[in-house]
């Protein structure tokens, strides 16, 4: 699956199907995240249950602290 | 634009930038706040500063309120030395227009947000580490705050000062800060947008974060209790008496994956050593103990706030 990543094409492995599996695949998995899909925010507790397709456009934000 | 009063919660690389983007700006005030003294280390990144204020030691907020007064002369910089937290936020935010966010850890962070949301003053977010950075406006009453993006204290071992953080991504967020900042000293609207940055990897994110606004957040929401800045949330230091050690023990509970820890700070510190209860590692001349709950002793320092310093620069 190609899908728009922060802007910039990527071909996803066949098995990742979810926002959770994308998120792990990059491994931000256990970082504190906004997520948005196709220009709607993604919320946490949808991450398992929103499947990705061709096409999508992803944007991910993740926190870093410091300055 | 010279009647605004701006704080800057910082003074390491994105303080720095800011700062004196600001005061050639001509923003009439600008208080700049930090805990910590120039290093040889800042000098890679932390514009302020000369080898000379290195070589002295000079504490970061002095050697900022010289220079920037060498850059315009005509306007009000006020330097104070203190470690920020939720006790004395509320005190250095009379009179304020806006709080420009440079610290270096989400502890600080989520007590000057507290205050900001409280005190209806605009706080620009900004934060970056190795090539990469984010920043995002907080308007109080109107958009999320970093407590609704936020539900615990992240426990990340990266850090400017074990990853490192290279300048030019430093200048992009301060960049966004400051225009931010002007902006609204000029009366224009800010949109709840958050932005992120790889200057390396040239990559680019923004989100419309506006549907992330929690009407039950503790900070922002109906029932605010402003949690952040309540004695019980502060992390508390003991010194340890005749160990030349202090402890730290963090007011709300802050779960540490002690092994994907280690993985992170391999490299930055030495002498690692790991077990199911505990993380022990040196770290410049100091030796640290960290345990799961967030608990850590910090060897060689019987200074509380160099054993804070030390602890966020391994610790976000």
Redesign the interface.
């Known amino acids: 699956m190609t899908i728009q990543l922060?802007?910039?094409k990527v071909n996803l492995p066949g098995e990742i199907s979810s926002i959770r599996e994308l998120l792990a695949f990059y491994k931000l998995e256990?970082?504190?995240l906004?997520?948005?899909l196709n220009?709607?925010?993604a919320y946490k507790e949808q991450y398992s249950t929103q499947l990705l397709s061709d096409g999508d456009m992803v944007?991910?934000?993740?926190?870093?602290?410091?300055? | 634009m010279q009647h605004a009063h701006a704080i800057i919660i910082g003074a390491g690389a994105l303080g720095s930038a800011s700062a004196e983007m600001l005061a050639r700006a001509g923003v009439g005030n600008i208080t700049i706040v930090d805990r910590d003294y120039v290093e040889w280390s800042n000098l890679q990144r932390q514009q302020l500063y000369s080898e000379e204020d290195a070589k002295k030691k000079l504490p970061k907020a002095i050697a900022a309120k010289t220079r920037l007064e060498q850059l315009n002369s005509e306007i009000k910089i006020n330097s104070i030395i203190a470690d920020i937290n939720g006790l004395n936020i509320e005190e250095l935010l009379k009179d304020i227009s806006v709080i420009i966010d440079a610290t270096d850890n989400f502890e600080t962070r989520l007590a000057v947000n507290d205050a900001a949301v409280k005190h209806n003053i605009p706080f620009i977010f900004g934060a970056c580490v190795a090539s990469y950075g984010l920043t995002f406006p907080i308007i109080p009453e109107k958009t999320p705050c970093l407590h609704c993006l936020l539900n615990h204290l992240p426990a990340e071992g990266m850090t400017c000062d074990t990853v490192g953080v290279i300048s030019p991504i430093v200048q992009i967020i301060a960049a966004f800060q400051v225009t931010n900042v002007l902006q609204l000293l000029t009366g224009q609207e800010l949109l709840p947008i958050i932005q992120s940055f790889d200057i390396w990897k040239n990559e680019k994110a923004e989100i419309n974060i506006q549907g992330l606004k929690n009407n039950d957040c503790p900070t922002c929401g109906e029932q605010a209790t402003f949690p952040y800045l309540s004695f019980e949330n502060q992390t508390k230091a003991d010194v340890l008496c005749g160990r030349d050690a202090i402890q730290l023990r963090p007011g709300t509970s802050r779960l540490i994956q002690l092994e994907s820890l280690s993985e992170h700070l391999k490299g930055s510190v030495s002498h690692i050593v790991l077990n199911p209860y505990l993380l022990s590692c040196s770290f410049e001349e100091y030796r640290i103990v960290l345990f799961k709950d967030g608990r850590a002793i910090i060897h060689g320092t019987n200074e509380p706030s160099k054993a804070r310093a030390i602890y966020n620069r391994i610790i976000q």
């Open positions: 922060n802007g910039k256990n970082q504190i906004v997520v948005e220009k709607e925010i944007e991910i934000v993740h926190f870093v602290g410091g300055g």
